[in-house]
């Protein structure tokens, strides 16, 4: 009688990982692929797979949450799960372990080390059933975003301006030495006429909050608020914002879901009574948040998103407003840089250089000297020579590199600055570049 084989759903939306999967695995198993999360948990649901080999940042639906699927009531029993990632950071293995893989890859692997992880998972004893369901996460505002409202377009092409809130990464950053770059944590506002579009909620989000209050006396504001990620640097302002607590005004915010919960359950926990005197739950504007799936379209503005390569989930946006586009790079570290050079890793770089190609400005991240980088490598962060090389790459006309190293004293940024001037006319390079500073505002 002929043996049963057992059955692979290989789940990445890089086709050429799918397929070399594909290659080395069919002989000794059957196979079939899904080109990202949502399309592998619809795959795994009718196909009832023995092992989903799954890759992290996808569209649509990331790699924790399809891991989380699989191991809910909904999900498959006994189902063994690899996560093959390129993101070698150890938050990224701890966090998809806990999400309920049973090992952990980086890629690109070779083709011996695939074989021996599938053979040895799929001969061991079969995963523990279902786990219990999460606990609950709070009232039920989270939307995904294919249930927004469909929005209002305006006829006569509003003016956009961006407007620097905080421009210092990692940490607030006071002292007599970097009053000229400031040190707020990140916050940028693109404004759309009357419409603020805010990137970051960083510590720079409280000055933008008594701006817009003096701004919109007795009308009320209607605000979207990306996030790329929710490390402190980029949430810390939240709670300080103070139109948040005005009935009038009403705010959507909007990033992916979190690697271990829902965008709404981090804002809540990060404002928790161990850590703010205000619970979420009462602030009184319209408060809601939606998780991304894809583009997004604020009716002023269309904003699409890309997976960065950072501790944890990470995002950047591309806002296409009013015949302008304005890409946002922030907290991101080279996938050749880090992972050294491969096929795979000069793809995943030219999709994020091809994710910002042609902006009028580009807002990137540098936090390192190609010197510092050396013994920060692996933190997920980049040099002023990475950006300097991804704005020649992706022909912006401008640069405003922010996400400033705590350690970078005004002075130390005059001269990081003139460094990336001096590379890019090495380098032929067009693009104008500054440092961003808080307080800075571009018409663009
Ligand atoms: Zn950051
Ligand atoms: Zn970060």
Not at 106 to 117: A, L, M, N, Y
Not at 231 to 246: A, E, K, R, S, V
Not at 272 to 277: G, M, V
Not at 395 to 410: K, Y
Request: a negative charge; proline letters at 7%; one cysteine or more.
């Amino acid at each position: 009688m002929a043996e049963i084989k057992k059955r692979i759903l290989v789940v990445d939306d890089d086709e050429v990982i799918r397929d070399l999967a594909v290659d080395v695995l069919s002989e000794e198993y059957e196979m079939m692929q899904a080109c990202d999360g949502q399309d592998g948990w619809e795959k795994a649901q009718d196909w009832r797979p023995d092992l989903v080999i799954t890759d992290l940042m996808m569209p649509r639906m990331h790699g924790y949450e399809l891991c989380r699927l699989l191991r809910s009531p909904e999900g498959l029993s006994g189902v063994k799960i690899i996560v093959a990632s390129s993101k070698p950071y150890a938050a990224d293995k701890a966090q998809a372990i806990a999400a309920g893989a049973d090992e952990y890859i980086v890629k690109p692997f070779s083709i011996g080390e695939i074989q021996d992880k599938v053979r040895k998972i799929l001969s061991s004893a079969p995963a523990a059933g279902p786990q219990p369901p999460p606990a609950p996460e709070g009232p039920p505002v989270t939307n995904r975003s294919s249930s927004l409202p469909s929005p209002v377009k305006s006829e006569v092409p509003l003016p956009v301006s961006v407007r620097f809130w905080g421009t210092r990464g990692s940490c607030p950053t006071g002292g007599l030495k970097n009053v000229r770059y400031g040190g707020n944590t990140l916050c940028t506002e693109i404004r759309i006429g009357d419409i603020p579009v805010i990137i970051d909620c960083g510590t720079g989000l409280r000055e933008l909050g008594v701006e817009l209050a003096a701004e919109f006396p007795g009308r009320p504001i209607a605000g979207h608020i990306f996030v790329g990620h929710t490390h402190w640097d980029h949430i810390q302002g939240f709670p300080f914002f103070t139109p948040l607590y005005n009935p009038r005004n009403t705010f959507t915010v909007y990033s992916v879901r979190g690697a271990r919960s829902s965008l709404h359950r981090i804002f809540s926990d990060s404002m928790a009574l161990d850590y703010f005197p205000v619970p979420l739950s009462n602030l009184a504007s319209k408060l809601s948040f939606v998780e991304l799936e894809g583009p997004v379209d604020i009716g002023a503005a269309k904003v699409s998103f890309q997976h960065l390569n950072h501790p944890g989930v990470c995002i950047g946006f591309r806002v296409e407003a009013q015949g302008k586009v304005i890409t946002y790079i922030s907290d991101h570290e080279g996938f050749a840089k880090l992972g050294g050079d491969s096929e795979m890793a000069r793809r995943q770089d030219a999709a994020i250089v091809n994710f910002a190609r042609g902006s009028d400005l580009l807002i990137m991240e540098a936090q390192y000297t190609e010197q510092e980088y050396a013994s920060r490598k692996g933190w997920g962060h980049g040099t002023y020579d990475d950006a300097v090389k991804f704005a020649g790459a992706s022909g912006v006309s401008r640069m405003a590199i922010f996400h400033h190293d705590p350690s970078h004293t005004d002075d130390m940024m005059d001269a990081n600055i003139k460094y990336c001037r001096e590379l890019l006319v090495r380098d032929g390079v067009k693009t104008e570049c500054f440092a961003a500073w808080d307080g800075l505002r571009i018409k663009l």
